[in-house]
């Protein structure tokens, strides 16, 4: 049985949605010696997200940002403003999205569909480096 746990620091990215695939694959190598097993990756912040889809058309990640700015428009008469008015709106479009994902393990590569891809979800204006805890096992 294979174990592995690495925390990745994602670079500070502009709101929006925005590939991280590649930046958790460099960390996680070890996924290269499992044949069989799980991935689990968890984004340590509450006004950032993960999701997985649409890895190939920069558009799909356009219009997630319209879609959440759509379903939590910063201009609801938010009680919680002290962080400014894209703080509260980002917790909720966090909740909505995920904070982590479980991805399969096969043949030494994440099992993923030909146009999926990771997705960092950034939801404050300068939300700063994120931080995730990309854990695994499986057997070689």
């Known amino acids: 049985m294979i174990w592995f746990q690495h925390h990745v620091t ?24 499992i044949d069989r097993g799980l991935c689990h990756v968890f984004i340590l912040h509450t006004s950032a997200s993960l999701t997985l889809n ?11 940002e319209t879609a959440l700015n759509h379903i939590c428009p910063e201009n609801l008469p938010f009680v919680h403003t002290l962080e400014g008015p894209d703080d509260m709106p980002a917790h909720i479009k966090a909740s909505l999205m995920g904070n982590s994902l479980s991805l399969p393990i096969s043949s030494g590569r994440l099992a993923l569909g030909t146009w999926q891809g990771i997705y960092l979800c950034e939801h404050r204006d300068h939300g700063g480096s994120r931080h995730l805890m990309v ?4 057997e070689g």
Do not use: M, S, Y
């Open 10 to 33: 994602l670079r500070p990215q502009r709101r929006g949605c925005h590939l991280v695939t590649q930046e958790v694959l460099a960390k996680a190598i070890e996924i290269q010696k």
């Open 135 to 138: 854990t695994g096992f499986g």
């Open 54 to 64: 649409e890895n190939a058309d920069p558009d799909v990640r356009t219009d997630f």
